[in-house]
């Protein structure tokens, strides 16, 4: 693929499209192509994180391994490992090829140094983080209250 197909495919993710045009453009510049067979492992539940990953083709299944009923099939232009991409932590889940697939590997310091470098695009990544934070916040008030 080239940079722009890159940059359209990024564009296409709701976390990443806020970060606008010119950080897009460093992290396709920036980041690796990967692929993968079918039942090859993209990375398994308790590895340290270090990167995320944009779908390019193909389809990966992601379980939660926590005992919830947590699995989903991430497709072109799905995210995987969003919070890989601000924090190290173990991964909270397992990720397998269900054909052969690619996705385009965003390192964690790559995507701090476009952060850096555009303040911008950070703060609205962060209020984005703070949005949802607040909209989990109040769903688990109401779920409480519930029980109660």
Known sequence: MSIEDDVALLERVPTLRLLGDTSLRMLAIGSEQREFARGDVLFNAGDASDAGYVVQSGAFQVTSTDG?????????????????????????????????????????????????????????????????????????MRAGSKLT
Do not use: C, N, W
């Open 68 to 140: 919830g009923p947590h699995e989903l099939i991430a497709r072109p232009g799905d995210l995987i490992g969003e919070l890989a991409l601000v924090l190290p932590m173990p991964r909270p889940s397992s990720a397998v090829a269900l054909e052969y697939s690619s996705v385009i590997r965003i390192a964690r310091s790559l995507f701090q140094r476009v952060l850096e470098s555009d303040p911008p695009a950070a703060m609205r990544l962060r209020d984005e983080f703070a949005a949802r934070t607040t909209t989990i916040a109040k769903d688990i």
